[in-house]
């Protein structure tokens, strides 16, 4: 399972750089513009260079309105700014057609700048608090644009969670799904150490956090903290320890 750590400034990036070795991927967005708010190009471009260059960067595009060619040039613009991992969160998108719609041309703009580039369809396990798709069509919608990945978050920051919302057993079926396709699979949604037991179980690809390794826990007035996020990868390297000592035992 791999890390994915949100930080929404260059100092909190720098912060990152600290703890590099205990995370995969950073990942730009900029939290009071929404659950993925994106940020400036010129703040992907520096959090590119503030980290090491060996991790990737990613990099939200927003809480996406149904409008394909507008959603496009916005992703090609984080690609551009040096992100190589390109999240759209599929917002004002109500029914599969039209988060295909968004996805392909999302696709399209960044692949044809970086073929290599990883581009991720992202849904909301709170769908049904705003209207968007239901969190088991991203799969086929990510699948069917030729996206990389399918992710889920929470669209709604009020406390409530990723499991609060699509219970362990859905999101299991989730990750079926998205490995059926030949994707991977991404969580993220408040998600804290205690989650990490069935996260893993389920066979998660990626875990997105950014509250669990802030100061206080709070993702929008707190820091991350670079003891956090080690303390959190220790955790998730023992939930992988112990689980893969029960599959070799049973």
């Given at each position: 399972?791999?890390?994915?750590?949100?930080?929404?400034?260059?100092?909190?990036?720098?912060?990152?750089?600290?703890?590099?070795?205990?995370?995969?991927?950073?990942?730009?967005?900029?939290?009071?513009?929404?659950?993925?708010?994106?940020?400036?190009?010129?703040?992907?471009?520096?959090?590119?260079?503030?980290?090491?260059?060996?991790?990737?960067?990613?990099?939200?595009?927003?809480?996406?309105?149904?409008?394909?060619?507008?959603?496009?040039?916005?992703?090609?613009?984080?690609?551009?700014?040096?992100?190589?991992?390109?999240?759209?969160?599929?917002?004002?998108?109500?029914?599969?057609?039209?988060?295909?719609?968004?996805?392909?041309?999302?696709?399209?703009?960044?692949?044809?700048y970086r073929p290599d580039a990883f581009v991720v369809a992202s849904g909301y396990a709170d769908a049904h608090r705003i209207g968007c798709v239901?969190?088991?069509?991203?799969?086929?919608?990510?699948?069917?644009?030729?996206?990389?990945?399918?992710?889920?978050?929470?669209?709604?920051?009020?406390?409530?969670?990723?499991?609060?919302?699509?219970?362990?057993?859905?999101?299991?079926?989730?990750?079926?799904?998205?490995?059926?396709?030949?994707?991977?699979?991404?969580?993220?949604?408040?998600?804290?150490?205690?989650?990490?037991?069935?996260?893993?179980?389920?066979g998660t690809d990626i875990v997105g956090v950014r509250g669990a390794v802030c100061e206080g826990g709070d993702r929008t007035?707190?820091?991350?903290?670079?003891?956090?996020?080690?303390?959190?990868?220790?955790?998730?390297?023992?939930?992988?320890?112990?689980?893969?000592?029960?599959?070799?035992?049973?």
């Amino acid at each position: 399972m791999l890390l994915l750590i949100s930080p929404d400034s260059v100092e909190e990036a720098l912060d990152c750089a600290k703890a590099a070795e205990y995370l995969d991927i950073v990942d730009v967005k900029k939290p009071d513009e929404g659950s993925l708010g994106a940020n400036y190009p010129w703040v992907i471009r520096e959090i590119r260079e503030a980290v090491p260059a060996d991790k990737p960067v990613s990099a939200t595009v927003g809480d996406v309105p149904y409008k394909p060619g507008t959603v496009a040039q916005a992703a090609l613009g984080a690609a551009v700014s040096g992100a190589t991992y390109i999240k759209v969160g599929l917002y004002g998108c109500t029914t599969p057609e039209q988060a295909i719609d968004v996805m392909r041309g999302v696709v399209r703009a960044v692949k044809d700048y970086r073929p290599d580039a990883f581009v991720v369809a992202s849904g909301y396990a709170d769908a049904h608090r705003i209207g968007c798709v239901n969190p088991l069509a991203l799969p086929d919608i990510a699948l069917r644009s030729g996206s990389d990945a399918a992710m889920l978050d929470t669209a709604i920051k009020d406390g409530t969670r990723l499991f609060d919302h699509v219970p362990p057993d859905v999101c299991a079926e989730f990750v079926r799904l998205a490995h059926e396709a030949g994707l991977l699979a991404a969580l993220a949604g408040s998600v804290k150490e205690g989650d990490l037991g069935e996260l893993t179980r389920i066979g998660t690809d990626i875990v997105g956090v950014r509250g669990a390794v802030c100061e206080g826990g709070d993702r929008t007035t707190g820091r991350i903290q670079p003891r956090q996020v080690a303390a959190f990868r220790a955790e998730m390297d023992r939930h992988a320890r112990e689980y893969a000592a029960a599959v070799a035992a049973s």
